[in-house]
């Protein structure tokens, strides 16, 4: 059981997140269309609630999501909220009458292009500051520098090379400037971000999915290389995409897209465990995490604010510690993997 709205350090700064963050990726349409009415009451609600954790990027929506957060935000008390976005796109409009291969659905109409530069990094800083109308976001991230995104090795090492040369250099200047207050990378791997974070200077990962319920691999390297570190680890896509929400049914989502037959397997066993202990799964899924001294907040998104303040209550169900122990026995969980108290 945890407090959504208390805080923890972040890293080596002054900066204090709350336990429960707000992702805004779903707010950007490109899964399910969202009201732009709904998709600010959404933010709005986590305001209330006592979320001061807001993650956004450039790329959800092609800056529908930033717009959007940035209208739910820009009036509140600039002092009570942390704000995240990312660096590694800028967004230009789409020509009229012109077709971009490969675009997502619901987005803006603008494409973006890829730019890891030092000069890159201030251009993407200054369109994101443009779009939520705020002064300035607390994290800067280094966005998908990972092979999920690229698929292809050769153009993975360039941009890693890219932001050790360009993007790295721009974000120390501006956090030892105080125009930010912290950087990171925001990666869905944990391999490549324990690789950024012996590489440089930064004071957390906003790791997508990789320390979950379902999957602790990140605890072979990448998680006790933080606590050495002291870099803090926001953990984003702690249902996994949803499955860790439904359970394991029909059209459920991993990584995005339908889940695969292990995944389906073995949720479908820690599923059972949680009903023999009356727990909902999300109510685990959402408090593991937590319980390692690396995590700092977990961001799970939401499509409405009833999902919001729905996953906002579970993290206060009591869950029995025989839970945990049973999950242990069964080999569902890593050994190694602390558990809440």
């Known amino acids: 059981m945890y407090d959504p709205t208390a805080r923890r350090r972040l890293g080596r700064t002054s900066l204090q997140v709350t336990q429960f963050g707000f992702g805004t990726a779903p707010l950007a349409g490109f899964r399910t269309t969202i009201p732009e009415l709904d998709a600010i009451s959404t933010v709005d609600a986590a305001y209330q609630a006592g979320v001061r954790l807001f993650d956004s990027s450039p790329y959800y929506g092609y800056g529908r999501a930033e717009l959007r957060m940035g209208a739910a935000l820009r009036d509140r008390p600039r002092d009570d909220l942390v704000v995240s ?17 490969g675009m997502r659905r619901g987005g803006l109409n603008y494409y973006p292009t890829f730019d890891y530069s030092y000069d890159g990094v201030h251009r993407s800083l200054e369109q994101s500051l443009l779009r939520t109308g705020l002064d300035r976001v607390d994290i800067l991230l280094v966005h998908d520098v990972d092979f999920w995104t690229t698929g292809d090795r050769m153009v993975l090492e360039d941009r890693f090379r890219d932001v050790m040369d360009g993007a790295h250099r721009a974000l120390v200047d501006l956090r030892s400037q105080g125009v930010i207050g912290a950087i990171g990378v925001g990666l869905n791997e944990a391999d490549m971000s324990a690789r950024f974070v012996r590489a440089g200077d930064f004071d957390c990962v906003l790791l997508a ?19 050495k570190r002291n870099v803090s680890v926001i953990l984003g896509g702690p249902l996994n995409s949803g499955v860790l929400a439904t359970g394991a049914r029909q059209g459920a989502k991993y990584d995005y897209s339908d889940a695969p037959k292990w995944v389906m397997n073995r949720v479908a066993r ?27 907040s977990i961001i799970p998104g939401a499509v409405s604010k009833e999902e919001m303040l729905g996953n906002f209550g579970l993290l ?7 839970l945990w122990e049973e999950l242990r026995q069964l080999r569902l969980l890593d050994p190694r993997a602390p558990v809440p108290a």
Request: charged share 20%.
């Open 85 to 101: 976005t990312k660096i590694g796109r800028w967004m230009t409009p789409v020509p009229r009458g012109t077709t971009i291969e």
């Open 209 to 227: 999915g990789r320390y979950t319920l379902l999957e602790q691999k990140a605890l072979d390297d990448f998680m006790p290389l933080c606590e």
């Open 270 to 296: 820690i599923e059972e465990v949680c009903i023999r202990h009356g727990v909902p799964l999300a109510a685990a899924a959402l408090q593991f995490p937590l319980a390692h001294p690396a995590i700092a």
């Open 316 to 322: 206060r169900h009591p869950i029995p510690a025989a």
